[in-house]
């Protein structure tokens, strides 16, 4: 198969994969660039529901990036469940919400929101007592395939990590997209980049008040200087990279808000990228346009497995796309936790975590 076909074949995986997470492909066929070195072993305890033989579970996470309060945490978790042998792509959207347990060190474990995983292994000046593997330059998404792995019950094999600033850059290389808007929505507190810690002139002791009366998701309405509105007519619009970002990540608008409501947005954008992929391979530019890319993702995918999965997805019209979301339609519930964090956590109880993972399961082998 063409080395242009293999390239294109993954960056169709990856579109319908994950909004921000899509270019990722072509790297994995020019992997020293991107290549994340994890350290040897598997660190996965597999003691959930079973997966079909010969799958693969691929971790797909975005992050704020440098600049962003909070810049490691996850602000989208998916994994793409690839079965060729069933000739299936299931895509399971983690809320980034969801209350889990995270191992800061080889004999404690404490309760996060799963966004946290990738940001602890991250960070090694905080958590120094983090198990070897949880370390350094792979540690991160080491981290993050372990906490997810445990919360799904399936073995995540590889992960792939982008920021931001690199989606804009992608959509931008690419040109303008043309997005299906769902709903007209306005968001009057979308978060300034720079700006999520400027006190709104308030005095350091007025915003240690505000802080002891009001939760984190009512405090936006004190400082509204850190917030922009936006806002999206219905129906087609074109979008460059910057208003792609704001339309995927916007939670607090009161038309269309919440976990839910941005899964819709991002398939919006899928579609979109997609569209835009097939016309730039119809003409053979996609070449000149992904050498642009640069040093955009990081992922521990290396250049045989990246080949085998072109092998793989050769026929990509072939195969079956589902999209499958935890949330409170199905198996979660929405609480608070100890300090005041709106939180998600299992209906039969925080950290039981049986029908979550039987409801993946389940999915997954539907016929």
């Known amino acids: 198969m063409p080395a242009l076909l293999k390239r294109i074949l993954l960056v169709f995986l990856f579109a319908l994969s994950f909004t921000t997470g899509f270019f990722a492909s072509y790297f994995f066929l020019n992997f020293s660039k991107v290549f994340v070195k994890t350290p040897e072993g598997d660190f996965l305890e597999d003691d959930g529901p079973p997966i079909a033989s010969g799958s693969y579970n691929i971790l797909l996470l975005g992050y704020g990036g440098a600049g962003h309060d909070g810049g490691n945490l996850s602000d989208v978790i998916m994994v793409a469940n690839i079965n060729p042998e069933r000739k299936k792509l299931t895509l399971i959207s983690v809320p ?52 997810v792995g445990d919360t799904t019950g399936l073995a995540i094999h590889y992960f792939v990590a982008v920021d931001f600033e690199s989606f804009k850059k992608i959509v931008d290389i690419l040109g303008e997209i043309e997005v299906d808007v769902p709903v007209t929505f306005d968001d009057y507190f979308y978060p300034i980049k720079g700006r999520e810690n400027d006190t ?73 990228m997609k569209g835009k992929l097939i016309s730039i391979y119809a003409t053979r530019k996609i070449d000149d346009l992904f050498n642009e890319f640069g040093n955009l993702v990081r992922t521990d995918l290396d250049l045989a497995t990246s080949k085998n999965l ?34 998600l956590t299992p209906k039969e109880g925080e950290g039981v975590l049986t029908g979550v993972q039987k409801f993946i399961f389940d999915e997954l082998n539907k016929n």
């Open 200 to 272: 709104c002139g308030k005095s350091a002791a007025e915003i240690a008040r505000l802080h002891g009366l009001y939760s984190d998701t009512e405090l936006h309405h004190q400082f509204e200087c850190r917030y922009e509105h936006i806002h999206f007519d219905s129906g087609k619009v074109k979008m460059d990279g910057e208003a792609s970002l704001k339309f995927v990540r916007s939670r607090a608008s009161a038309q269309h808000g919440g976990d839910f409501a941005r899964s819709q947005r991002q398939r919006a954008v899928l579609v979109a």
């Open 96 to 147: 980034r919400d969801l209350w889990v347990e995270i191992p800061i060190r080889s004999d404690i474990s404490q309760n996060f929101k799963i966004n946290h995983a990738y940001a602890i292994g991250s960070d090694d000046r905080n958590y120094p007592l983090k198990e070897p593997q949880y370390k350094g330059e792979g540690g991160a998404g080491v981290l993050a395939k372990k906490v």
């Open 310 to 343: 072109a092998q793989v997805l050769k026929k990509p019209e072939e195969y079956e796309i589902n999209f499958l979301g935890l949330d409170e339609n199905n198996v979660l519930t929405a609480t608070k936790s100890l300090d005041g964090q709106f939180i």
